[in-house]
């Protein structure tokens, strides 16, 4: 049996020769790839706007900074996350506190949020960073209306969740990124995501100021619009202290034809969920689907006890399982700026048990019942 790992890319031909055509035309970068990328990722979300950068990580960073993010500022996110969700806080000199998940949907608990904010007086907060965990998209009707009420940003890290979407108060579906709840989404196309661009990342947005802002941070703050002077056609100005965040043409020509195919892979990831939840029912736990809410599935987690045992266990039959995650307020370099204190039992529960199992839309059935097989084989001893 070849080694089966948690996650993995499908490039076809068509990605192939997308990239080679644009390898072949006039433009590697700045050219008319992104901007067909980002027409496209937007109106697949639902959002008005979308600027593509060159990894999620620099889309998090200009998001905070679009939204006015200040050294000494305080945003509240999820541990169990990837460390990038968090670190955008401390780029931009801000401080992360974070609320414990909930133990059977493992996104963010909106009760340990509220208990946070209101636990401080107004204006304490400035944002929240909730996460589409493993592809779950996180209910934001629900901290919409916390934000409203304190007057704090939304920022969905959605890098685990394009297709997924959850059923809002008015029977209305509402997707992954689609800026309708949150002020900013933010994606991925690193290649264990569903879209792979090699690096990449998509920052979605419904204001038209910020979508500004975005795009002028991802460039440099360099603009050829709203200039103090002009000096001819090649004159531009300076107006922030932006980034070269860009993504290129060839990572673009790559991304539309991986989104092309991503409802598709969606529903593959769908399949080979319902295929494990059969299996582990009543035996093992996984996470929760609140009702209404599609899993994009970037991740299928389930909890054991034995958590090492398996893990080794499934590498001497070359399964890759994964550990997602460490929780961030136990890494050395928050620890080591005094998080390590920090009670949040359930996230520290869920790391002892949580393993994630193969899943992407080229996983074979015979693979997958490999590895159902092996994981029930070292549970029931
Ligand atoms: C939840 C989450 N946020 C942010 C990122 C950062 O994405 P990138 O690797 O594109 O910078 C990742 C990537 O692993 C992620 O899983």
Not at 172 to 187: E, L, M, P, S
Request: aromatic share 12%.
């Amino acid at each position: 049996m070849k080694s089966i790992p948690y996650g993995r890319q499908s490039i076809d031909q068509q990605d192939i020769d997308a990239v080679v055509s644009t390898l072949q035309a006039d433009f590697l970068t700045q050219g008319p790839k992104v901007l067909e990328f980002e027409e496209k990722f937007a109106a697949y979300v639902g959002s008005k706007y979308a600027v593509a950068v060159n990894n999620a990580t620099s889309g998090l960073h200009i998001s905070v900074l679009a939204l006015g993010l200040k050294e000494n500022d305080r945003v509240i996110t999820t541990p169990i996350t990837f460390a990038a969700s968090a670190n955008c806080i401390r780029y931009a000199g801000a401080e992360v506190w974070f609320a414990d998940i909930d133990s059977d949907t493992y996104l963010l608990s909106i009760e340990s949020v509220r208990q946070l904010i209101e636990s401080k007086p107004k204006g304490f907060f400035k944002g929240i960073i909730p996460v589409d965990f493993a592809g779950l998209p996180v209910n934001l009707e629900d901290y919409r209306k916390i934000a409203n009420e304190h007057d704090l940003w939304i920022i969905e890290d959605a890098c685990h969740a394009p297709g997924g979407y959850f059923i809002d108060s008015k029977d209305v579906k509402q997707r992954c990124g689609n800026g309708n709840y949150a002020d900013i989404g933010v994606f991925s196309f690193h290649p264990v995501k569903h879209i792979a661009c090699g690096e990449g990342g998509m920052v979605t947005t419904n204001s038209e100021t910020l979508y500004k802002k975005l795009s002028l941070l991802r460039s440099h703050g360099i603009t050829k619009e709203n200039m103090q002077e002009n000096h001819g056609g090649w004159f531009y100005e300076m107006q922030e202290l932006g980034f070269n965040y860009r993504l290129t043409d060839i990572q673009s020509a790559l991304g539309i034809t991986q989104l092309a195919k991503n409802e598709i892979g969606v529903i593959r990831r769908n399949e080979i969920s319902e295929t494990y939840k059969k299996a582990f029912l009543g035996n093992v736990k996984f996470q929760d689907l609140p009702k209404g809410s599609y899993n994009a599935h970037h991740l299928f987690v389930i909890e054991v006890d034995d958590r090492k045992g398996l893990y080794d266990f499934l590498r001497s039959h070359n399964i890759f399982a994964q550990i997602h995650y460490i929780p961030v307020h136990t890494l050395p370099y928050y620890k080591e700026i005094g998080y390590g204190s920090l009670d949040l039992s359930n996230s520290e529960k869920y790391y002892s048990k949580c393993i994630s199992l193969p899943m992407y839309p080229t996983l074979e059935d015979e693979e997958q019942e490999f590895v159902i097989n092996k994981v029930l084989g070292f549970i029931n001893g």
